[in-house]
């Protein structure tokens, strides 16, 4: 409800508001007195929330609705003859013009790879940061999460209306086989995939075609790439395999990984390598820029769930020496790399 003077008198009177996915509001209309709806706002905005153009076609007794860019509301003081035009958010002060907060962010502290005046990660069109605490996902009305919906950080970890908590993380799809995850609103680490689900091969599915070493040859293929057969293109000097395998995630392919399948109870192996999987992505520490592990697709499966899980993952440890990891489909051995083999 808003309020109308009217001969030194109040009034009020409903408008109702129409929001896109960051609840900016676009469309502010009322109930006309013949009881259709009359249009008395309409906003554009910059992607940071400045206005582009805005109409009032309210009459003179109407005040313009000053909830606008992610339904905060509009500070528009006259400071000097000119409008201040900032947003409040309640614990600070929001510039569309600059897209920039004008106090630090009070956790600034534990970001400090990023500016402690940025707003929503630098990525207002799907970002909203009304408090600056967490994560929260839009949910539609039965509360399942909305697939492309707005994703916003703010303060508490209860549900909000039209909005589902998802927790201190949060990874983004960048698009092109790239995501994002940030731990609050600092982005932690970046994800590089060179195969999709459908490059996956099976050796329990179609044993016709060979063993894990033959599948992972087609996956490698899938990328682009083709690994040699022959252990003369071995690379058994982990280091220097972590630096080959960087180049092929540079040039988008994958390729073949030797690993030794060792009891996770016991902590037993060969040491001569057991299996064969394909380098399918990699992730990189974005407070560091080291790699700090390789995702995999294990053909030692038949659920091609299992075989691309995300969690298919060989981490870099002692400081480069090791590669070790486990696959989705088992608990019961870690894999411990013993060779890279070279694409052609």
Same mark, same amino acid.
């Given at each position: 409800m808003v309020p109308m003077q009217y001969n030194d008198k109040t009034y009020w009177k409903y408008e109702y508001n129409l929001s896109d996915h960051l609840g900016n509001v676009r469309i502010v209309f009322a109930a006309h007195s013949h009881g259709q709806p009359e249009l008395m706002q309409q906003t554009i905005y910059y992607p940071y929330g400045?206005?582009?153009h805005q109409q009032n076609f309210g009459g003179t007794l109407d005040q313009p609705n000053k909830m606008l860019y992610n339904g905060k509301e509009l500070q528009d003081d006259q400071l000097a003859g000119m409008s201040l035009d900032w947003y409040d958010y309640g614990a600070r002060f929001y510039d569309p013009q600059i897209g920039r907060w004008h106090v630090v962010d009070p956790h600034a502290e534990n970001y400090y790879s990023w500016s402690p005046y940025h707003y929503a990660s630098n990525n207002p069109i799907i970002m909203i940061d009304p408090n600056g605490k967490d994560w929260?996902?839009?949910?539609?009305d039965e509360g399942n999460i909305v697939q492309g919906g707005a994703v916003m950080w703010i303060e508490g970890s209860d549900d909000i209306d039209g909005y589902s908590n998802i927790g201190?993380?949060? /990874?983004?799809?960048? @698009?092109? @086989?790239?995501?994002? /995850?940030?731990? =609050?609103?600092? !982005?932690?680490?970046?994800?590089?995939?060179?195969?999709?689900? @459908?490059?996956?091969?099976? =050796?329990?599915?179609?044993?016709?075609l060979g063993d894990c070493f033959r599948h992972c040859g087609i996956i490698v293929r899938s990328s682009g790439a083709e690994s040699h057969n022959t252990t003369d293109y071995n690379i058994t000097n982990i280091w220097e395999g972590i630096n080959y395998l960087d180049e092929q995630i540079n040039q988008e392919q994958s390729a073949r990984v030797h690993v030794d399948r060792i009891m996770t109870e016991t902590g037993q192996g060969s040491n001569r390598g057991r299996h064969w999987v394909a380098i399918s992505s990699r992730t990189t520490n974005l407070q560091t820029g080291q790699t700090t592990s390789f995702g995999?697709?294990? !053909?030692?499966? %038949? %659920?091609?769930?299992? @075989?691309?899980?995300?969690h298919n993952q060989l981490n870099i440890g002692g400081e480069g020496t090791t590669?070790?990891? =486990?696959? =989705?489909?088992?608990?019961?051995?870690?894999?411990?790399?013993?060779?890279? %083999?070279?694409?052609k």
């Open positions: 400045m206005t582009l929260y996902q839009a949910v539609d201190a993380s949060y /990874t983004m799809d960048l @698009g092109d @086989g790239v995501s994002m /995850t940030y731990n =609050q609103n600092t !982005p932690v680490s970046l994800t590089e995939t060179v195969l999709s689900e @459908g490059d996956w091969s099976s =050796q329990i599915q179609s044993p016709e995999f697709y294990d !053909p030692g499966t %038949r %659920r091609r769930e299992a @075989g691309t899980s995300p590669l070790t990891g =486990q696959t =989705q489909y088992s608990n019961r051995f870690t894999y411990r790399v013993t060779a890279i %083999r070279r694409n």
